[in-house]
Nanobody, 132 residues
């Protein structure tokens, strides 16, 4: 019944930028940890970034640190993922998801380390393709 709406994917050349958006109407995103995930063909789904509740910590996986920026707009009940300096290896389906059991994002030595089954609600995914 809970539906996340994701948008912003597309095709870009290496070095380009995209901004992904994720919105939901059934509850306030600011109360929970909200994660961004991605899954490339033939690879396991991995955590990309996570925003802790109420202006808490924001964490990233090492592969995107310094290139991707996650943010929140509480007035619009939306979260965003600004992706700069995109690389072909960033090509994947990107998802947003809410963890209703946590307010603080999981991390290990400052790196996003999610327990994926704890994330209760997931978006439909948006395709990001980066060409050489």
């Amino acid at each position: 019944q809970v539906q996340f709406v994701e948008s912003g994917g597309g095709l870009v050349q290496a070095g380009g930028s995209l901004r992904l958006s994720c919105k939901v109407s059934e509850f306030a995103l600011d109360y929970y940890a909200i994660g961004w995930f991605r899954q490339a063909p033939g690879k396991e789904r991995e955590g990309v970034s996570c925003l802790s509740a109420r202006a808490g910590s924001i964490v990233y996986t090492d592969a995107v640190r310094g290139r991707f920026t996650a943010s929140r707009d509480n007035a619009r009940n939306a979260v965003y993922l600004q992706m700069d300096s995109l690389k072909p290896e960033d090509t994947a389906v990107y998802y947003c998801a809410a963890n209703l059991m946590r307010t603080v994002c999981q991390s290990e030595r400052g790196t996003y380390s999610p327990t994926q089954h704890e994330y209760n609600y997931w978006g439909q995914g948006t395709q990001v393709t980066v060409s050489s």
